[in-house]
């Protein structure tokens, strides 16, 4: 039974990933009383399992693809060796580097290790000690999900792959969403035969159906192979140890072969112990259940990030987070990114959307291939697509495959967040010259 001894606190934070560690850092500095729970490592998914670690893979697979065509710009290098050993061995450093960094800052918090459990009057339990404030944030995240089919624990989820120091001559990815994309850039930039498996029509289903069609064009001229429309319903292991993924084709059932398969078919929350005794409700799907200020059904504890299942983003959680705390940030206008080769960026409404949702729209295009900058890097494949009111003109989307579209697609935010038009963008801001960001401008003054 937990002490009957209680630690009191201004703020309970239950995990220690972006969307809990950063406000719990933050509360602290400004004199409040936190204590931050965490059972794992500091830094939580993103910095650990997820964001952080992928982005240094895509960083050395960028580099790999620069050096492979160093000589079109002038540059001899001869023959490129990929080593993943060494990229491994680096964004595990990385990995390091950013964790310690997460200790500094918490450092006024009172960071307790452990599984936190919730007890029915609402406090906190870890262990055999009992917390207690007048506002908890759960901040738990999410963990790799796996597809209901036999043969299932066949497969590696991103979680392994990330522990791996050498890689498969051939995988078939199941899923072709953002983890899925990622990891098959990556794996390609090293060598590696991939196929992309994907349930849907098209890959990345939430984004803009035009963009995803593009996106899969220019990364198969890489070597991957892409299978969509495609339902798994089993994986096997054959007698050379390599895996059979079985699936539901158009044409009936067929198979591919592979190495090793990765199972990327999206996350699903991790939820505290005792979240029914405390009155805090969780749908069929494993979520917990939040107002639109991430208040729980319990008084006095919200819920940010994954595991509310809103949107499964860092920066989503970290934005949730402060308005836990009552921030006024808009969050209907997240930008989402796929950091493959090339990269793919979104925000706001798709035409599939605002068709589905009975919005009038247009939409307006411009080419990497009309920009000087892009045409310098050797970059000018990929497009931006921008979707606005035809009436008040009023920016409602932009979506965007190409060189940077992660960094670009931060204009077109901050645009639709203050109802900006494609004219304030086309015409009123003045955009540096040779800069990939002309795209967007170009993209703007399409727009009749």
Same mark, same amino acid.
């Given at each position: 039974m937990p002490d009957t001894d209680m630690n009191t606190s201004d703020l309970i934070v239950i995990g220690a990933g972006p969307g809990g560690y950063?406000?719990?850092?933050?509360?602290?500095?400004?004199?409040?009383?936190?204590?931050?729970?965490?059972?794992?490592?500091?830094?939580?998914?993103?910095?650990?399992?997820?964001?952080?670690p992928t982005k240094c893979l895509c960083a050395s697979a960028s580099a790999i693809l620069q050096a492979a065509s160093a000589a079109d710009f002038g540059v001899e290098l001869g023959e490129v060796r990929p080593d993943y050993a060494r990229a491994a061995a680096r964004m595990r450093a990385v990995v390091a580097g950013l964790r310690d960094d997460v200790a500094?800052?918490?450092?006024?918090?009172?960071?307790?290790?452990?599984?936190?459990?919730?007890?029915?009057?609402?406090?906190?339990?870890?262990?055999?000690?009992?917390?207690s404030a007048p506002k908890v944030l759960i901040a738990t995240g999410s963990k790799p999900a796996t597809l209901p089919v036999p043969g299932a624990e066949l497969a590696i989820t991103s979680d392994d792959f990330l522990c791996l120091d050498s890689l498969p001559q051939s995988v078939a990815v199941i899923g072709g969403g953002v983890i899925g994309l990622e990891f098959a850039s990556i794996m390609a930039a090293f060598g590696v035969q991939v196929t992309v498996i994907?349930?849907?029509?098209?890959?990345?289903?939430?984004?803009?159906?035009?963009?995803?069609?593009?996106?899969?064009?220019?990364?198969?001229?890489?070597?991957?192979?892409?299978?969509?429309?495609?339902?798994?319903?089993?994986?096997?292991e054959m007698p050379d140890g390599r895996r059979r993924v079985v699936y539901?084709?158009?044409?009936?059932?067929?198979?591919? *072969? %592979?190495?090793?398969?990765?199972? /990327?078919? =999206? #996350?699903?929350?991790?939820?505290?112990?005792?979240?029914? *005794? %405390?009155?805090?409700?969780?749908? /069929?799907? =494993? #979520?917990?259940v939040t107002d639109d200020t991430m208040q729980t059904t319990r008084p006095g504890v919200y819920a940010v990030g994954d595991c509310n299942g809103r949107m499964m983003l860092a920066h989503a959680a970290s934005a949730q987070a402060e308005v836990a705390l009552g921030a006024d940030i808009r969050l209907d206008v997240i930008p989402s990114a796929v950091f493959c080769e090339p990269e793919a960026a979104m925000v706001g409404l798709t035409t599939e959307q605002a068709e589905a949702q009975g919005i009038a729209y247009k939409t307006s295009k411009a080419m990497f291939a009309a920009n000087g900058k892009a045409r310098a890097m050797g970059h000018?494949?990929?497009?931006?697509?921008?979707?606005?009111?035809?009436?008040?003109?009023?920016?409602?989307?932009?979506?965007?495959?190409?060189?940077?579209?992660?960094?670009?697609?931060?204009?077109?935010?901050?645009?639709?967040?203050t109802d900006s038009t494609v004219d304030t963008i086309g015409t009123t801001v003045v955009h540096g010259h040779p800069t990939l960001s002309e795209?967007?401008?170009?993209?703007?003054?399409?727009a009749r």
């Open positions: 950063e406000i719990a850092a933050r509360q602290a500095a400004e004199g409040r009383a936190v204590t931050l729970i965490e059972r794992a490592d500091l830094g939580g998914t993103c910095l650990n399992r997820g964001c952080i500094a800052v918490t450092s006024k918090c009172n960071v307790v290790r452990g599984e936190a459990r919730f007890l029915p009057d609402g406090t906190v339990a870890v262990g055999d000690e009992v917390y994907e349930y849907c029509k098209e890959i990345l289903p939430p984004f803009d159906r035009e963009v995803a069609k593009r996106l899969r064009s220019m990364i198969s001229r890489r070597s991957v192979k892409f299978i969509v429309g495609a339902a798994v319903t089993a994986i096997e539901q084709g158009k044409k009936g059932p067929e198979a591919v *072969e %592979a190495d090793a398969v990765l199972m /990327a078919v =999206g #996350r699903r929350p991790v939820i505290p112990e005792g979240l029914a *005794e %405390a009155g805090i409700e969780v749908d /069929a799907r =494993g #979520r917990i000018a494949d990929g497009l931006v697509k921008l979707v606005y009111d035809p009436e008040t003109r009023r920016l409602l989307g932009c979506h965007i495959v190409g060189p940077h579209a992660a960094d670009l697609v931060t204009e077109a935010a901050m645009a639709i967040a795209v967007v401008k170009s993209a703007a003054r399409q």
